[in-house]
């Protein structure tokens, strides 16, 4: 970093390529900067439920390595034996269990960063409060590679819980669908995960839906509780009455750990089936409040019939994050420019509906420009002037969060 920022040459973070928002891609040239090599636990304390990683241990071995100790890494972004630690905190990644348990930026504790024009700092460390300074550690969480880069950070753990039981449920429609996740809620239960597919979603991924799945179906949720194995069987029974609150077509209760296990690899690869059904798909994570959810995934399939697309969504429903997709051939230039417009009606659909335009892939270079759509022009100003405080010379990521 020094070098490059003596010699006024970009410099681009690089974790596991995985990132949904074209964030890690050097779009103007410029140098960049691979974490992969960076993969040692400098310390792994079990009994006091932390570990030090370095930026390029992926989230994978991290989840792994606290599990055969008894601990619990909850947050669970998709491709987790590619995402590294470092991309996990620089795009504050979610994923399904971040409905109970929080995302990425809530289980660390520590940062050790390269700042321009080429300090090392260390912001936080093995400590679980710290209210001294203004919250840099929070800044560079999410900041995309714009601000800093992430060479190591302090993990905060948990105990695993003894199981976990997930429940599915099909609908006819959305309507029944939303209905049925405001009923989970409404009724005090605290899943670990509440997800959901609209219909095109699941249709793309039915044909390895573990067991076999009803005909027609219009929505599916997939709940699962957590806890002592005690605790997981209430639960689990509380979230199927819950469910069977507004006429599913079928439920299904998996208990088997290697059924367990062959569900969540499922959910896993519904954005790859989504992705083959045409070749390729525009996509979004726009989230919006839990109770306009129903409202956005019927909205998000209108938005594509008014383009010619056909569009469908899946996400993380209790968070109310969309994976809202357009489906398209990517070797068709006058289709995907149709999907560029869909997608922008998309961001405006969120932004109506009091939401955010990313929730969790960030903006990185495809989203880029879009922030002045849910941002007035005084916090754009202010987020301007903190990337200009770290990176005078805009030389780290330049053209990405913005
Ligand atoms: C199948 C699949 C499912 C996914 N599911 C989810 C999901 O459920 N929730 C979710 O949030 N995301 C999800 N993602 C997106 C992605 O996995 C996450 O955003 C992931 O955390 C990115 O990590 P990475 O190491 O691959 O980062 P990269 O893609 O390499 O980089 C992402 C961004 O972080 C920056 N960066 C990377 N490393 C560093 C570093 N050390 N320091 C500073 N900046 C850095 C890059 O410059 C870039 O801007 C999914 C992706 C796939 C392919």
């Not at 093995?126 to 900041?143: E, F, H, N, T, V």
């Not at 989504?274 to 996509?283: E, F, L, P, Y």
Request: aromatic share 6%.
């Amino acid at each position: 970093m020094r070098w490059c920022y003596e010699h006024d040459v970009a410099l681009v973070p690089r974790g596991g390529g995985t990132g949904y928002a074209g964030g890690a891609v050097p779009i103007d040239g410029g140098v960049v900067i691979s974490l992969e090599r960076l993969t040692r636990i400098r310390a792994f304390d079990p009994l006091l439920w932390r570990m030090h990683v370095e930026a390029g241990v992926t989230t994978g071995e991290v989840r792994r390595l606290a599990r055969e100790n008894g601990l619990f890494f909850p947050p669970d972004p998709g491709a987790t034996e590619q995402s590294q630690i470092g991309g996990n905190i620089a795009t504050n990644a979610g994923g399904p269990h971040a409905f109970k348990y929080g995302v990425t930026g809530a289980w660390i504790t520590g940062i050790e960063a390269v700042v321009p024009p080429g300090d090392l700092i260390e912001v936080g460390g093995p400590i679980r409060k710290d209210q001294a300074g203004y919250d840099l550690k929070s800044l560079l969480i999410g900041s995309e590679g714009t601000l800093g880069i992430v060479t190591a950070a302090w993990l905060r753990l948990h105990p695993a819980p003894e199981m976990a039981l997930p429940v599915v449920a099909f609908y006819e429609n959305t309507a029944q669908g939303s209905d049925a996740l405001q009923a989970v809620v409404g009724s005090g239960l605290v899943p670990a995960a509440l997800e959901y597919l609209d219909g095109g979603a699941f249709a793309a991924a039915a044909g390895s839906f573990p067991g076999g799945a009803p005909d027609a179906v219009g929505f599916v949720v997939i709940a699962e509780a957590d806890g002592t194995a005690a605790e997981a069987t209430a639960l689990r029974a509380e979230l199927v009455e819950a469910l069977e609150s507004e006429s599913p077509l079928a439920v299904r209760a998996p208990d088997a750990t290697a059924d367990v296990e062959e569900l969540w690899r499922w959910r896993d690869g519904v954005s790859i089936a989504v992705g083959a059904v045409r070749g390729g798909k525009v996509g979004e994570d726009i989230v919006v409040p839990l109770d306009r959810l129903g409202e956005a995934v019927e909205e998000i399939v209108a938005i594509g019939q008014r383009h010619g697309l056909d569009a469908v969504s899946w996400g993380h429903a209790g968070d109310g994050n969309l994976h809202a997709n357009f489906l398209v051939d990517l070797t068709n230039a006058e289709e995907m420019a149709r999907a560029e417009e869909a997608a922008e009606e998309g961001f405006a659909l969120a932004v109506r509906l009091n939401g955010s335009i990313s929730g969790e892939h960030g903006l990185g270079w495809l989203k880029r420009g879009q922030l002045h759509r849910q941002w007035a022009p005084a916090a754009l100003g202010l987020h301007n002037a903190i990337k200009a405080t770290f990176d005078p010379k805009n030389l780290l990521n330049p053209g990405k969060k913005r």
